[in-house]
């Protein structure tokens, strides 16, 4: 079965569009995150199970606030063996108006990352499409 050549420029344009509008909607959530926010140490305490897979792993983190409390967190699950290990220190950003609003500063970074990947990737895309078009005209 021949493929038309017209195919291929509406696949990348739809495909960068796509990686595109993801990147950009990723990258207003990560902006929820104020930058106010606050750098406290942690320490793993666990590295649980995630789900049903015995691979999924996540760590379990207690950190104090600035009120002194004690005061846990998940991270992000993740397949990669030893990734986590208990007794490890990490870093938490917290929310110094409440501290119980805390993530992983590692979690931080690596969603920009990915947001940045989905962008250049859709921008490439778009401008292969774009330029698949001009060739096809």
């Known amino acids: 079965m021949p493929v038309n050549l017209a195919f291929i420029p509406l696949v990348l344009l739809v495909g960068g569009a796509v990686f595109l509008v993801n990147g950009l909607r990723w990258r207003r959530q990560l902006g ?3 930058r106010d926010w606050v750098a406290v140490s942690g320490t793993i305490i666990e590295v649980r199970r995630g789900g049903g897979d015995d691979e999924v792993r996540f760590p379990v983190v207690e950190y104090r606030g600035p009120d ?4 846990r ?3 992000a699950e993740s397949a990669v063996p030893d ?4 007794g490890e220190k990490v870093q938490v950003l ?3 108006s409440n501290p119980r609003r805390a993530r ?3 979690l931080q970074k690596g969603a920009h990352t990915l947001t940045t990947l989905f962008l250049v990737t ?5 401008v292969l499409g774009a330029a698949s078009v001009l060739v096809l005209i």
């Open 68 to 71: 002194g409390l004690a005061r």
């Open 32 to 34: 929820h995150h104020p």
């Open 73 to 75: 967190v998940h991270g």
């Open 104 to 106: 992983l500063a590692d």
């Open 122 to 126: 859709g921008l490439t895309l778009l």
């Open 94 to 96: 917290l929310d110094p």
């Open 83 to 86: 990734l986590h290990r208990k």
